[in-house]
């Protein structure tokens, strides 16, 4: 089965996240800023907040995460 291209950008965020977090285990060095440019662009919203989600499990407290995107909150029906 083909993913479409969501799922993809889906996987990609869920691979870059563990990358990140076997860096900081095995590596002792902790990548603390990600910057994502259109993460949710062309996302539905089913997959807006599977996006959402891995990146809050994926958080720690001295991560800061620069997210730009031009989806509107009303897009994502109340999610917080």
């Known amino acids: 089965a083909n993913a479409s291209d969501g799922e993809k950008k889906i996987f990609s965020l869920a691979f870059l996240m563990a990358y990140r ?24 919203p089913e997959n807006v907040i599977i996006a959402i989600d891995i990146l809050k499990s994926n958080a720690v407290d001295s991560d800061q995460v ?15």
């Open 21 to 44: 977090s076997l860096v900081r285990e095995r590596c002792g060095f902790s990548i603390s800023v990600l910057m994502l440019d259109e993460l949710l662009a062309n996302l539905d």
């Open 66 to 80: 620069l997210l730009i995107s031009h989806v509107e909150y009303d897009e994502l029906d109340g999610y917080k």
